[in-house]
């Protein structure tokens, strides 16, 4: 048999298996059938992936958000949990599915509306103008350079077109209006009943075996919280010995190597005549604007001649028109390339029509503002700060790399570590999932001392930066988790709840018995009279009024019309256990005389920013449904 094998394996049946296993090797190599493939995504949209680096940047983006509108009001623990994460992992999903759309429909963003859509930003503007310094500025504070911007703008305008086209679609007639306001604006009259809160005295006895029975089948409710003690070491940059000054030498080297930082770069002092021609014209509509264009700039070469008025008169482009053509400050990668290339190629004055990607510009070049430097005498303090702060940052990430090579030798114990390091053991604790005080509040060290290697397994933590240039690394010592609390323990709140279970019971009770009787406002005033309760008369109510108490006047308005000189009956679940039995005798409709233009026009404004919503959601929600969405909570 051994021979039989070796001859087939030598002939043409060798040359066939040789080819169908060079086939996958030639297109994927040799290293995909050593490289274990473990996708990373927190979801996933169609085939494309939201990774946890885009989550985690959105989530951080989304706590720095909070922060800064609560400001000491705001707790880390109330914007770190699973609702809050899922929240977050949505928006992202609604987002990709729009902008799957938008793509799948062609929808792209110019270079001259992503412009104008970026001069608009009021935080890039000076004296009511856009300012290109100021936006630079504003970028550099936020971390982020004119490219990162831009391009998370055009995805941005991209991923809201589709549901901005839609909402444009909606349209709010006077009928609508008419409709909302006669339903706003309508009260009705009814009179009522308010049956009593059973009292203590119908309970009866709550016996022991009550009690149990309740504590039993409720023991969700009396649970202790689970808790933990800590043992941890801190290592904090500001106490680690570094130099307190910098020599010459190393300063003058940091400021010939980061020299470009302080370079002010040219900038040109513009104003623009535009005449637009649209994307798809044709070579006599193009040269028809070209005249025009030349026939401007003339004018605007001619002596006395005002550019600012034959701007507002003739320019096409909404946005600088009504300034005269004033585009403000530009320098270099702001502007489309075309428009750029002509304009730092060009003396002072008017020059020739230049075509763009949106039509001819006549361009006036009012100033020019050369490239200018700082020197190193302006610069040193600054230098100086950098380079002692970059020196306390190193000495941090050395002692940093030294407690956590300490802690892999021996992950049991912090002792060895803290010795290293000269770091003293402190403790804290106990304290629950929510996290306890000081530093234990922060959110990535609860989840690390809740995580299963340290609670479960005893590890010590990796060093977790609390804070710029702070960390510690902890361990458990102590955990005891949640249980049940003894019943002696809860008697009194156990107690307390039977007694309002069967409050609630017998008060539902008698609302039943009441319902069953009461068909019509005679026999509501005979129900009344034979209990000794007082019939209330409630007069043209509205929908808000604080005549009554708002669950009967919202009662009220869910009941059907009254026949002709009938009644409609309904109840009303009152705060405390109250209730009430209602007849409702008469819907009066609303005086639609009484609205003025003004609140119908302001009206038509919010019902219109409703409907688009409402749609845009519908839309979201449509997409949803038509994508394939895979979502993983345990990578959030």
Do not use: C
């Not at 006077?174 to 809160?197: E, I, K, N, W």
């Not at 007849?583 to 409709?589: C, G, M, N």
């Amino acid at each position: 048999m051994l021979q039989t094998l070796r001859e087939k394996t030598t002939g043409w049946v060798a040359v066939v298996i040789l080819i169908v296993l060079a086939v996958p090797f030639a297109f994927f190599g040799v290293e995909n059938y050593f490289q274990q493939q473990v996708p990373t995504y927190v979801a996933k949209v169609n085939d494309v992936e939201i990774g946890q680096d885009q989550f985690r940047e959105r989530f951080e983006d989304y706590r720095n958000r909070m922060r800064q509108m609560l400001g000491d009001r705001y707790d880390a623990r109330e914007f770190d949990t699973p609702i809050v994460k899922r929240q977050v992992l949505e928006s992202l999903i609604d987002e990709e599915v729009l902008r799957q759309a938008a793509e799948k429909h062609g929808l792209v963003v110019s270079p001259d509306a992503l412009q104008k859509e970026i001069a608009a930003i009021d935080a890039f503007h000076v004296n009511g103008r856009f300012d290109s310094e100021q936006y630079r500025l504003v970028l550099a504070g936020a971390r982020m350079n004119p490219r990162i911007f831009e391009s998370r703008m055009a995805k941005d305008l991209v991923t809201r077109a589709l549901p901005r086209a839609v909402s444009a679609t909606g349209l709010v007639t006077d009928m609508y209006v008419d409709g909302y306001l006669a339903l706003r604006d309508q009260t009705r009259s009814f009179d009522y009943v308010l049956l009593p809160v059973p009292g203590d005295e119908q309970l009866g006895e709550i016996t022991e075996e009550a009690i149990v029975a309740y504590y039993e089948t409720h023991s969700a409710l009396y649970q202790s919280q689970e808790t933990v003690s800590v043992e941890y070491v801190e290592l904090d940059g500001s106490k680690l010995e570094v130099a307190e000054a910098a020599d010459e030498t190393t300063l003058r080297d940091r400021y010939e190597e980061s020299k470009g930082r302080y370079v002010e770069p040219e900038q040109r002092l513009v104003s623009h005549i535009l005449i637009q021609t649209p994307a798809n014209a044709d070579a006599q509509t193009v040269q028809a604007a070209q005249a025009r264009a030349a026939e401007l700039a003339a004018k605007a070469r001619e002596e006395g001649a005002d550019f600012a008025a034959l701007a507002r008169e003739h320019s096409e482009d909404p946005g600088s028109k009504a300034m005269g053509g004033d585009l403000g400050w530009i320098e270099r990668g702001v502007t489309d390339a075309t428009f750029e290339e002509a304009l730092f190629s060009m003396s002072p004055g008017v020059g020739d029509p230049v075509k763009g990607s949106d039509g001819w510009h006549v361009i006036w070049l009012r100033e020019i503002q050369q490239e200018s430097g700082k020197s190193f005498e302006q610069v040193r303090a600054e230098l100086e700060n950098e380079y002692l702060e970059s020196e306390r940052e190193r000495a941090y990430s050395d002692a940093a790399g030294r407690l956590i090579d300490a802690i892999y030798r021996d992950p049991s114990t912090l002792d060895n570590a803290a010795a290293e390091l000269g770091l003293a053991v402190q403790r804290a604790g106990p304290f629950s999932r929510a996290g306890g005080p000081g530093v234990f509040s922060n959110p990535d060290v609860v989840r690390a001392v809740f995580s299963d290697s340290v609670l479960v397994e005893g590890l010590v933590s990796d060093l977790i930066e609390t804070r710029h240039g702070h960390g510690i690394a902890l361990r458990v010592s102590q955990h005891v988790p949640a249980a049940t609390r003894p019943l002696d323990e809860v008697r009194d709140q156990v107690t307390a709840a039977v007694r309002a279970e069967r409050l609630a019971e017998l008060g539902q009770a008698k609302l039943d018995e009441a319902l069953a009787v009461i068909d019509s406002l005679d026999a509501l005033k005979s129900y009344a009279e034979a209990n000794a309760l007082e019939v209330r008369t409630a007069e043209s109510v509205g929908r808000t009024s604080a005549t009554v108490d708002p669950a009967i006047a919202k009662a009220s308005f869910g009941l059907p019309h009254p026949g002709e000189g009938g009644a409609s009956i309904g109840s009303a679940h009152l705060i405390g256990g109250a209730s009430a039995v209602i007849a409702l005798t008469q819907v009066h409709d609303a005086d639609l005389t009484k609205v003025d233009a003004s609140q119908r026009d302001m009206l038509r404004g919010q019902l219109d920013q409703a409907i688009a919503t409402l749609e845009s959601t519908e839309l979201i929600k449509a997409l949803r449904r038509e994508a394939k969405i895979d979502v993983v909570e345990s990578r959030m």
